[in-house]
């Protein structure tokens, strides 16, 4: 549970013995360890955008960096409408699923009966779950609703799926916002509503990001939902966009890292600028299962 | 903290003492509200959660299809499963898959956390690129994957020719094949470890440590009398967590190996794929999935007591 509520900003710490490293003959021996390993580390994602920028074979151009494969796979391929059914998907979930985790955080964080810690426990239980166990029944129930092959059927499910974990994320972030101020609120006669909706909700904003990046790596990352789910062509979300198009131009790398740094540009875009609500335990569960 | 509702009793009954009545119409009211906040969560989590678990405990007792519900099989679905060697040797994989998994990337990420908490240049920025294995998405990281290491002339088993070492087909081989996923997903995975042992290390106090040194206590001492035993429960969270991760994984195998070769690389979630959805067997592949959530709630349920224990030292 702990793990889950720990938000975690990747901020500089103070070097513990700094006074002492200075004079430390192994500082750069560290460094050049510690830049190795981050060199190797990074050769896979390396690898995407050199691929992606390198002129194609037989290309007329000679320079070094080129965005003739981009342009080429926008022009070319269904990649514009990958992109655009992926970002139609993860926006749909990122907004149902905050506002549904927010009040019901809410709850969690303020009502202290024994339904309510039944109810996180039940949440802790689910998220443990495999998606696998899910996904099978509500292929079958969501055939007769007409929802499969379908991107708001996708949507629905990206929703129950991150749900227990942004709960959690919210309700976490409530409990750092003092009682005392609703209180106040309280006595000066305002509803609980309007005390969770002026005063926590308003000072919640942090929350409410991570709550967002999270839901919107579940569902922009996920591959299993969106293989079962969907099956036409013009419906495929990114994950399935990349390996289809892989799948069928295994030779093309050029192209290939181009549709695949579509994927890849947005969620690290949001980790380079907004890496400050980026939640361990948030983040964790974005790649288990999906 | 109190509770919300006995808050607000307090409250309104300073607000009006005289009528207790109007407090008492107040506390259903407040009640109706949290109801109302979490009623949206409950209905989702009904029909995404729960309404697909008491349906597939049904299916596993079915021989149905994907659009017939079938007849009532008993446990035949279960004796088949477990009498089956591809189960076993799904299972088997699936805990290799899982400790390597958790081991290694614990492993790696508090090797660097440890490493990038000391003094050197540029820290915070190699921890930041350090993250990028964990945001990349799969999808692209495998096919990255596949781009290196695919082929015979692929990068990298060129330069395993080059140094000497042969040309391994690290795909299309089933023992190089199951080192090459369990590679990947110490790769995928260590960035969680690093921010977790990270997270965990930088709550232990100097003073603990320079204590240490004044007693003559050398680096490695410090490290397994000192380092372990205060972060032992952030590592167990995060143990409990990467085995979740390790065995619900889809993607990482399935987009690298497809389970292959020979079924070598195959695990109980791609197991429990194929058996549904490519031989449309789907009580046994309910079947699959509901024994691997068991055997993963009884994991969890072991390393939640060690946490436990390792609270109370």
């Not at chain 1, 979300?237 to 289809?244: A, D, F, I, N, R």
């Amino acid at each position: 549970m702990t793990a889950l509520h720990e938000t975690v900003a990747a901020k500089p710490q103070a070097a513990p013995h700094a006074h002492v490293a200075r004079k430390d003959p192994k500082r750069w021996l560290r460094f050049a360890l510690a830049l190795i390993i981050t060199a190797v580390a990074l050769v896979p994602v390396a690898v995407v955008v050199l691929l992606a920028l390198r002129p194609a074979t037989g290309s007329t151009s000679h320079a070094f960096i080129t965005f003739e494969n981009l342009i080429n796979v926008f022009r070319t391929t269904d990649t514009p409408i990958w992109l655009a059914n992926s970002l139609a998907v993860t926006l749909g979930t990122v907004v149902v699923a905050v506002a549904v985790a927010a009040p019901a955080g809410y709850v969690l964080s303020r009502g202290r009966s024994k339904a309510v810690s039944g109810y996180s426990l039940l949440l802790f239980v689910i998220q443990s779950l495999p998606v696998i166990t899910a996904v099978i029944p509500l292929f079958i129930l969501f055939a007769k609703l007409h929802l499969v092959d379908n991107l708001i059927g996708l949507g629905i499910i990206y929703v129950g799926v991150s749900m227990s974990v942004a709960i959690w994320m919210m309700a976490a972030y409530m409990d750092s916002i003092p009682i005392s101020l609703e209180q106040a609120a309280w006595i000066d006669g305002a509803s609980l509503f309007r005390g969770f909706r002026s005063i926590v909700l308003r000072n919640s904003l942090p929350g409410i990001l991570s709550t967002a990046i999270f839901t919107y790596l579940v569902s922009w990352n996920d591959y299993l939902v969106a293989i079962v789910f969907i099956r036409t062509e013009t419906k495929f979300t990114l994950p399935l966009g990349v390996e289809s198009f892989f799948q069928q131009n295994v030779t093309d790398w050029g192209d290939v890292m181009a549709v695949a740094i579509v994927m890849m540009a947005p969620p690290i875009l949001i980790f380079a600028f907004l890496h400050r609500y980026f939640s361990v335990g948030g983040i964790g569960g974005a790649l288990a299962g999906t | 903290m109190t509770s919300a509702i006995g808050t607000t009793k307090q409250a309104s009954g300073v607000t009006t003492p005289q009528r207790p009545r109007r407090a008492a119409r107040r506390l259903d009211v407040n009640k109706a509200t949290m109801l109302a906040l979490i009623a949206p969560s409950v209905v989702l989590l009904l029909l995404i959660n729960a309404y697909p678990l008491v349906s597939a405990a049904n299916q596993s007792l079915h021989n149905g299809t994907l659009i017939s519900s079938g007849s009532f099989v008993g446990l035949d679905n279960y004796r088949s499963v477990l009498t089956s060697p591809q189960f076993w040797q799904a299972a088997e994989f699936t805990l290799i898959f899982t400790i390597v998994g958790v081991f290694g990337s614990w492993a790696v990420g508090l090797g660097l956390a440890l490493l990038l908490q000391t003094d050197i240049p540029g820290r915070s920025l190699l921890k930041v690129l350090l993250l990028l294995p964990w945001v990349v998405p799969i999808v692209v990281s495998a096919t990255s994957i596949n781009y290196l290491v695919a082929t015979p002339s692929s990068p990298v088993p060129s330069l395993f020719h080059a140094l000497g070492l042969g040309a391994p087909l690290f795909l299309a081989n089933p023992g190089w094949a199951k080192v090459t996923v369990c590679v990947y997903k110490i790769w995928v995975s260590f960035p969680f470890m690093m921010l977790m042992a990270s997270a965990a290390l930088s709550s232990v106090p100097d003073t603990v440590y320079e204590a240490a040194q004044m007693d003559g206590a050398g680096a490695v001492a410090r490290f397994r009398r000192i380092t372990l035993p205060m972060i032992a429960r952030p590592t167990y969270i995060s143990w409990i967590l990467m085995t979740i991760f390790c065995v619900n994984d889809f993607p990482t195998i399935y987009l690298l190996t497809g389970g292959g070769p020979i079924s070598a690389t195959t695990t109980l979630v791609v197991l429990a794929y194929r058996t549904v959805f490519q031989n449309f067997l789907v009580g046994p592949g309910v079947a699959i999935a509901f024994l691997m959530t068991l055997a993963l709630v009884v994991v969890s349920v072991v390393l939640y007591r060690q946490i436990r224990k390792a609270a109370f030292h």
